[in-house]
């Protein structure tokens, strides 16, 4: 039984860092799309990062060079690591694999069917 897991989630000022984790279960992560997606009233869910089974990394326009993912240093876990924080950041993260799919990652939401719980991140200015 696929599951994940996230954790890592709080309430920063602006300028501020987090580190995300996602821990998987039931799968191996790193043979399948995974991606980092956030979630809020005004945008819907819209993925920020993804990471690719040959490692290749894809990040929306808004993060690029503040946000990092990765394979974590534990087994099959996922890391977002969240720097130079804005208060647009703020919203609940999701992790999500995709199953399918290793090289070729889907932005859209819909490609990924399994989901965590979501952790929430909040950016204060």
């Known amino acids: 039984q696929v599951q994940l897991v996230e954790s890592g989630g709080g309430s920063v000022q602006a300028g501020g860092s987090l580190r995300l984790s996602c821990a998987a279960s039931?799968?191996?992560?790193?043979?399948?799309?995974m991606g980092w997606f956030r979630q809020t009233p005004e945008k819907g869910r819209e993925r920020v990062a993804g990471?690719?089974?040959?490692?290749?990394?894809t990040y929306t326009a808004s993060v690029k060079g503040r946000f990092t993912i990765s394979q974590g240093n534990a087994k099959n876990t996922l890391v977002l690591q969240l720097t130079s924080l804005k208060p647009e950041d703020t919203g609940m993260y999701l992790c999500?694999?995709?199953?399918?799919?290793?090289?070729?990652?889907?932005?859209?939401?819909?490609?990924?069917?399994?989901w965590g719980q979501g952790t929430q991140v909040t950016v204060s200015s």
């Open positions: 999500a694999a995709d199953g399918s799919h290793g090289t070729y990652c889907y932005r859209e939401w819909s490609f990924y069917p399994y």
């Open positions: 039931g799968f191996t992560a790193s043979r399948y799309c």
């Open positions: 990471l690719s089974s040959d490692g290749t990394t």
